[in-house]
């Protein structure tokens, strides 16, 4: 090689740089993911300190059913960690954290993918893990408060009682009908089972004390009778394209990200790679 061409490759190679524009936007990307990180892992670590679970950890492992809390935790590592390492990765051109955002998302993604396919296929058997999910909760609506606040909220939201019918509460110990309970709450369902009466300014949440010791057929005058799990397969195919628009925004966002580390990565590689030539 002579000496002119030495000369214009070691020009070219010498002012070359990571593109600005892909090494900011992806941090602006992460940066948004690693903030909201940081809000999920403060709210979930601020409920379970109010719960005293931070003093004793024990309070977790000795729940029957789910703690919601823990859902709020686990997504705030997730997003924590992913936007740490894209906002460090991109800021310090670091391909091992980059890749490992990328590989990441990548992972997410394609598990998202799996896991509304699998469930469009398996239907039956989504429908009675479902099921089996909700009465495990229902057994334990007493013994979490944010647990308790979600089924309410569930239910209120579907118009629905139970997994597939107000009988489901004779799952949970304070509700249930047999003759060995002293509960005040025997016989009854959750305020939120309740058709709301528009005349009432004040929640009523003794509404449902008692009311399936009524005839069967008087029940749908004062609580829901659907299930939960009916409730919620009547609303999806109603609520479809909603869903689908989420899902599909929610692909795009990703999609976007690893667009954004692969082609950084690349422009990192290619300027190292002539720095080295």
């Known amino acids: 090689m002579d000496s002119?061409?030495?000369?214009?490759?070691?020009?070219?190679?010498?002012?070359?740089?990571?593109?600005?524009?892909?090494?900011?936007?992806?941090?602006?990307?992460?940066?948004?993911?690693?903030l909201a990180g940081v809000v999920f892992l403060g709210v979930g670590l601020w409920a379970w300190s109010e719960k005293g679970v931070l003093s004793d950890l024990t309070k977790v492992t000795r729940m029957h059913g789910i703690d919601p809390?823990?859902?709020?935790?686990?997504?705030?590592?997730?997003?924590?960690?992913?936007?740490?390492?894209?906002?460090?990765?991109?800021?310090?051109?670091?391909?091992?954290?980059?890749n490992f955002f990328?590989?990441?998302?990548?992972?997410?993604?394609?598990?998202?993918?799996?896991?509304?396919?699998?469930?469009?296929?398996?239907?039956?058997?989504?429908?009675?893990?479902?099921?089996?999910?909700?009465?495990?909760?229902?057994?334990?609506?007493?013994?979490?408060?944010?647990?308790?606040?979600?089924?309410?909220?569930?239910?209120?939201?579907?118009?629905?009682?139970?997994?597939?019918?107000?009988?489901?509460?004779?799952?949970?110990v304070y509700f249930n009908c047999s003759g060995a309970s002293y509960s005040r709450e025997k016989c009854g369902v959750p305020f939120s089972c309740c058709v709301p009466d528009p005349a009432q300014k004040v929640v009523n949440t003794q509404c449902g004390y008692d009311v399936r010791i009524q005839l069967k057929s008087k029940w749908d005058e004062s609580i829901f009778t659907k299930g939960c799990i009916q409730a919620l397969e009547s609303w999806l195919p109603r609520n479809i394209y909603i869903v689908a628009g989420v899902f599909i925004a929610i692909s795009l966002l990703q999609i976007f990200g690893i667009f954004l580390a692969r082609t950084l990565i690349s422009d990192i590689e290619a300027v190292k790679a002539g720095h080295h030539f």
């Open 4 to 34: 002119a061409s030495q000369k214009m490759h070691y020009y070219r190679y010498s002012n070359a740089k990571v593109s600005c524009w892909y090494k900011y936007l992806l941090f602006s990307y992460n940066i948004i993911f690693w």
């Open 69 to 98: 809390v823990v859902l709020v935790l686990m997504v705030g590592v997730v997003m924590f960690t992913l936007g740490f390492a894209g906002c460090v990765g991109a800021l310090r051109e670091n391909i091992c954290l980059l």
């Open 102 to 172: 990328c590989g990441t998302i990548v992972l997410i993604f394609f598990l998202e993918l799996a896991v509304a396919v699998l469930a469009f296929l398996f239907q039956d058997w989504v429908r009675d893990r479902f099921r089996e999910f909700f009465e495990s909760n229902i057994k334990s609506y007493r013994d979490d408060i944010d647990l308790q606040n979600l089924i309410d909220s569930l239910q209120k939201a579907n118009q629905c009682c139970g997994a597939y019918g107000p009988e489901d509460w004779d799952l949970n």
